[in-house]
Every structure is written in structure tokens, then in C-alpha cells.
């Protein structure tokens, strides 16, 4: 029975480029005449889900060939599928389906990113890093990442977002605290301040992503404007502030929009100060 590529290995053959060519079909070799490569971008292979996949690579054999390349030393590199090799050894098998490449470093790493971001268990700051490398590293635009790793551009776009957040909201995403919808609704707020501190609400407070958002809409609201004070409060400080201007004793009676207002005086010389102050000439 021939033995396909497998879910999601076939767009790792999309792009033809860079010094890279394709063995005929389906090889088997021998695991200990594969290796793993050094500069795998997946550091981190889950223990119990690697058990669970030896269980059923012992009952059902590898169903998706590895990818590897040729090493001058009469060894094989693997390009895609450490997991699978892996589990393949904790199963106990002696060879596993291969296809065999020829790819330079570079071609062998890109590939390797491309798989790496095909996993099903990727966190969501590792889809942003790993989306970024592919810019970064290979040049890759967002339209040729999302053919890559079969997501759309605005995926694509929405995951390398998420790295314009704060180091401390990153460690949270990174972490679990935090979700790709959290991160996503903290991307509105204005600065790193606000993001920081409504993260900090959203772990907390153990808001669910229909939370974090309504928070950040109370956030970006703008502050009601102050309720004007009464009429007769408003009254009382101007009469306050025309006592301060003018140095004696004055009353303030508003009337509608008419009013009345009253300055008083102790003597003539008193008078004639208040009135040079108001710049009347009484000569």
C-alpha cells in the first residue's frame, strides 16, 4: 500500500525553489540512519501526547512519511517529522517512511519552520514568532507565509500583531494566562500602560475573552463631561471671585437670564475708589 504525504506536508513541496530536488516516491530507512537537525525550531516535545503517538504508531505504523535530506557522512537529516521519529523510537520500530530531499541549510530550515507552524498544539505567541522568522529570515511576505502554512493573510496579519504588545503581556500570552482573543482586544488600547494594566484586570479577574473585550471598550470611552455645577453654586463663586477683583462686599442675584448685582461701598472716598476701578470718570 503506498503511503501519502500526509496532512500538511504537501504545501512544505509548494515552492520548488533553492537548490531542491525530490526523490521518486516513498523510501524507508533504517532509524538509526537518521538524525535530528540541531537548529529544529520546535525545542519542546510534550512527553504524554509523545507517548500517546508511539501507542498508536506501535498498532498503526507511521502513516506520514518524514522528510530528510542527505549528510556527506552517508546519513539522513530530518527536515519535518522529528515527532514522528521520535515516537517512532519510544515504539520500538526499526525504519520508518521517508521521502528523501536534497535542500541547502537554508531551504532545510524554512522547511522546518513551515511544519513547526503546522502543528495543531502551536501556541499562539509561537505562531507570531515563527510568522515573523519567515518575514524576517526568508523574506517571505504575509501572502506567501499564509500559502506556506495554509491560513489566510488577515491570520497571517492578526498573529504578527499580537508582537507590537508589551514584554510583560507576551510572558502572560506565553504563559497560557492569556489567549490569542485577550491579546488580540488589548491591541485597541492606546499605549503599553493601558495594555499592562488591563491585562493585568483580565488574568485577575479570570475574564473570558467576551470580557476582556466589553473592559476594553469601558476603557476607550471617553469620560463623561463634568456636570455643570447649579446655577446658584455657579453664582456664589462668581460673587466670590468679584469680592476678590473689587475688595469689598458684593451681592449677585441671577434671575433667569437677568439678574441683579450689587456693590457696595462705606464712604464717598470708598466710592470713588470702586469707581476709578471700573475706570468711570466722576469728575
Do not use: C
Amino acid at each position: 500500500m503506498k503511503k501519502g504525504l500526509g496532512k500538511g506536508l504537501d504545501s512544505l513541496f509548494a515552492d520548488n525553489t533553492m537548490d531542491i530536488s525530490v526523490e521518486t516516491g516513498v523510501k524507508t530507512l533504517r532509524l538509526s540512519e537518521i538524525e535530528p537537525n540541531k537548529n529544529q525550531p520546535r525545542k519542546d516535545f510534550d512527553e504524554d501526547a509523545l507517548g500517546e503517538l508511539a501507542d498508536s504508531i506501535a498498532e498503526n505504523g507511521v502513516l506520514s512519511p518524514l522528510i530528510v535530506r542527505p549528510l556527506e557522512n552517508g546519513r539522513y537529516q530530518i527536515i519535518a517529522g522529528e515527532r514522528r521519529w521520535r515516537a517512532s523510537r519510544l515504539a520500538g520500530l526499526a525504519e520508518v517512511p521517508v521521502v528523501i530531499m536534497e535542500a541547502d541549510d537554508r531551504r532545510t530550515m524554512e522547511l522546518a519552520l513551515i511544519e513547526n507552524l503546522q502543528r495543531e498544539d502551536l501556541g499562539p505567541l509561537e505562531e507570531s514568532e515563527g510568522y515573523q522568522r519567515l518575514a524576517a529570515d526568508f523574506g517571505l511576505t504575509q501572502e506567501q507565509i499564509a500559502k506556506r502554512v495554509g491560513k489566510s493573510r488577515p491570520a497571517v496579519a492578526n498573529a504578527l500583531r499580537l508582537l507590537a504588545l508589551p514584554r510583560e503581556v507576551l510572558s502572560l500570552l506565553r504563559e497560557g494566562a492569556l489567549t490569542a482573543g485577550h491579546a488580540r482586544a488589548l491591541l485597541a488600547l492606546p499605549d503599553d500602560d493601558a495594555r499592562r494594566a488591563a491585562a493585568e484586570r483580565i488574568v485577575k479577574g479570570e475574564l473570558s475573552v467576551r470580557e476582556a473585550e466589553q473592559l476594553v471598550k469601558r476603557l476607550l470611552k471617553p469620560a463623561p463631561a463634568a456636570e455643570p455645577a447649579p446655577r446658584e453654586n455657579y453664582a456664589l463663586a462668581l460673587q466670590s471671585k468679584l469680592e476678590q477683583s473689587l475688595g469689598r462686599k458684593v451681592r449677585l442675584a441671577p434671575r433667569g437670564k437677568a439678574g441683579k448685582l450689587e456693590l457696595y461701598y462705606t464712604d464717598n472716598d470708598d466710592l470713588a475708589e470702586l469707581l476709578a476701578r471700573l475706570g468711570v470718570d466722576n469728575d
